[in-house]
Nanobody, 124 residues
Framework: QVQLGESGGGLVQAGGSLRLSCAAS????????MGWFRQAPGKEREFVSA????????YYADSVKGRFTISRRNAKNTVYLQMNSLKPEDTAVYYC?????????????????WGQGTQVTVSS
């Protein structure tokens, strides 16, 4: 069992930066691939980024590649999403999630546990 809680969202102007954090509890965090997803009003939840259990491999959606950076500190049971050069189209609720073993990181249905989300709003 993993419990997740996101923080760090807020209102920022276009071109600005935010760093999201996801604090996890549970013994399996250190062995789980972790992902970030986002959901804008009226849209489906979409993949943003993922990181393997040891941080050795990271994945990004094309829309955020080069602007967002995912990282983790297993000693702190925390995964981060550094978001730079933010655009209005990045506005959404951002969720972190823990991947089920053996499933593909890209799909929301592959994740077993979800946080409650944190709102990110980028003004133009």
């Amino acid at each position: 069992q993993v419990q997740l809680g996101e923080s760090g969202g807020g209102l920022v102007q276009a071109g600005g930066s935010l760093r999201l954090s996801c604090a996890a509890s549970g013994r399996t965090f250190g062995t789980s691939t972790m992902g970030w997803f986002r959901q804008a009003p009226g849209k489906e939840r979409e993949f943003v980024s993922a990181i393997t259990w040891n941080g050795g491999t990271t994945y990004y959606a094309d829309s955020v590649k080069g602007r967002f950076t995912i990282s983790r500190r297993n000693a702190k049971n925390t995964v981060y999403l550094q978001m730079n050069s933010l655009k209005p189209e990045d506005t959404a609720v951002y969720y972190c999630a823990a991947l089920k073993t053996g499933l593909h990181y890209y799909y929301a249905r592959s994740y077993a546990y979800w946080g409650q989300g944190t709102q990110v709003t980028v003004s133009s």
